[in-house]
């Protein structure tokens, strides 16, 4: 008993962000994919400034929205959201990143997994437990994939709003502080989703939303926000964590 957009008309003005509010199912994904052709639409017209989009494959409709961006200044970051290998997607003249699941999250969580980990939250694909070195292979192969330009672009998420969260993944304090240390050092741009800085948990994507814990104090983990505040600072501060490269010296499963 919901609506489900059946068809739209918005202008998007200069500085005007668009929002789409509303439950799973209504529409909001479809409406981006779209707009992106990936789920080319029945009819209507995309237009970006004076050029028409609908019909074009996604990567030019990428490659148009990119030249719109760097219009607006060069300090602009088109970032994309993918699920999957975003390695084919990144050939350096579309989306500038992507939140990197696959060459960062999936490997830290599968490293750092609680062993004890509820079977239906890895659910349907599953969590594999790693050692380090199949850690570091699975960062490799799909780091690999793009360029490193897009690698360091793109956001190194730990959680999202589609995910469960890194607490609830990795179960202690102990390994999310070794996740967070990941984060903020490993090439990438370290992307912290609102409330994993308090150890906040969740099961699912759906879970992972429930609103910020403002006034309750109480459930906030202040080890790890010091945590994550004096890794950012370290991160802003370190030449080499900021823009350095990556070479690896010695792995092992601890």
């Known amino acids: 008993n919901f609506y489900v957009l059946r ?46 989009l609908a019909g074009l494959p996604s990567h030019e409709v990428a490659r ?76 490799r192969s799909f780091s690999a994939r793009m360029p490193w330009r897009s690698l360091v672009a793109s956001w190194n998420v730990l959680s999202s709003h589609d995910t469960a969260r890194i607490r609830t993944i990795v179960g202690s304090h102990g ?11 490993l090439p990438g741009v370290p992307m912290v989703f609102s409330g994993d800085e308090l150890g906040m948990e969740g099961r699912w994507g759906e879970e992972s939303r429930r609103p910020y814990p403002w006034h309750e104090e109480a459930q906030w983990d202040a080890a790890i926000m010091r945590t994550y505040a004096s890794l950012a600072a370290l991160r802003q501060e370190s030449l080499a964590l900021a823009h350095g490269g990556l070479r690896w010296v010695f792995i092992s499963d601890d």
């Open 7 to 52: 068809g739209f008309f918005f202008r998007g003005e200069a500085w005007v962000v668009v929002t789409f509010f509303g439950r799973n199912g209504t529409g909001r994904s479809t409406t981006c994919k779209a707009i992106m052709n990936a789920l080319p639409g029945q009819r209507g017209s995309v237009k970006l400034g004076a050029r028409e």
């Open 64 to 139: 148009a929205a990119r030249l719109a961006v760097r219009a607006e200044g060069e300090d602009k970051l088109l970032v994309a959201e993918h699920f999957h290998d975003a390695g084919p997607d990144l050939p350096g003249d579309g989306w500038q990143g992507t939140m990197n699941y696959m060459a960062f999250m999936r490997p830290v969580w599968s490293w750092l997994r609680d062993p004890e980990l509820d079977p239906s939250i890895a659910a349907p694909t599953g969590i594999p437990i790693y050692g380090g070195a199949a850690f570091v292979a699975s960062m």
């Open 175 to 185: 390994r999310h502080v070794a996740a967070v240390a990941l984060q903020m050092t």
